[in-house]
């Protein structure tokens, strides 16, 4: 009997990290630092809306997938760009099928998923000031979370502690280089 493998193994290279999770959950913190630890481009799929998305979440209101579709073409052409030589993106990616779309670029990935109760994102929002995510769509991108499946390269990385913290587990959490 043979020892169990992950269901899907990261192929050679270096994979492209996708730092996933709510609104306020540190992923444009925690991706900085970990782009920074690796030494690899960092991206922030934020800069990837058209500006008719931004100004429709500045107005309260979310985004539906038919908004999605050309933010999620954008982000996998950065990842299809990075090829095997890695690097980190930042994208909430709360569902299944936004992930599917982003593994669709072709480079092998690794979801951070960054999760932590309510109450402390919720905190960690609060003392946010200036940035057009409104508060009130935490409890909307909580509902529609779509946690990693099995068959997803990726991690679960608690949110709990500093930034440099949430990091070291980040890194921790990645699969061994196979190259
Ligand atoms: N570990 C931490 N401890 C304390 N504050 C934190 C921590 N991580 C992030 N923050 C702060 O919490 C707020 C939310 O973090 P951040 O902006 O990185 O979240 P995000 O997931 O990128 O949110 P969004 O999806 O809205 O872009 C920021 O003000 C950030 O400075
Ligand atoms: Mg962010």
Redesign the pocket.
Same mark, same amino acid.
């Given at each position: 009997m043979t020892a169990a493998s992950p269901p899907r193994p990261v192929a050679a290279g270096r994979p492209v990290i996708v730092v996933m *999770?709510?609104? $306020?959950? $540190?992923?444009?913190?925690? $991706?900085g630092l970990l782009a920074e630890r690796l030494g690899v481009p960092y991206a922030e799929a934020?800069d990837f809306h058209p500006a008719a998305n931004i100004a429709k979440m500045s107005a309260g209101h979310p985004l539906d997938d038919t908004d999605r579709a050309p933010w999620l073409a954008a982000i996998a052409d950065w990842i299809a760009e990075r090829g095997d030589r890695g690097g980190v993106v930042?994208c909430?990616a709360l569902r299944r099928r936004y992930r599917d779309r982003l593994r669709q670029a072709g480079p092998p990935l690794f979801f951070v998923h960054?999760d932590g109760p309510e109450e402390l994102i919720a905190a960690?929002?609060a003392?946010?000031m200036q940035?057009f995510?409104p508060t009130g769509l935490l409890q909307s991108q909580i509902e529609t979370l779509e946690p990693l499946e099995p068959d997803e390269a990726g991690a679960v990385v608690p /949110?709990e $502690? *500093?930034?440099q913290? /949430?990091a070291d587990r980040a890194l921790a959490a990645l699969p061994a280089t196979p190259v």
């Open positions: *999770g709510v609104s $306020g959950s $540190g992923k444009s913190t925690v $991706g934020d930042s909430s960054l960690r929002l003392a946010r940035h995510m /949110i $502690g *500093g930034p913290q /949430i």
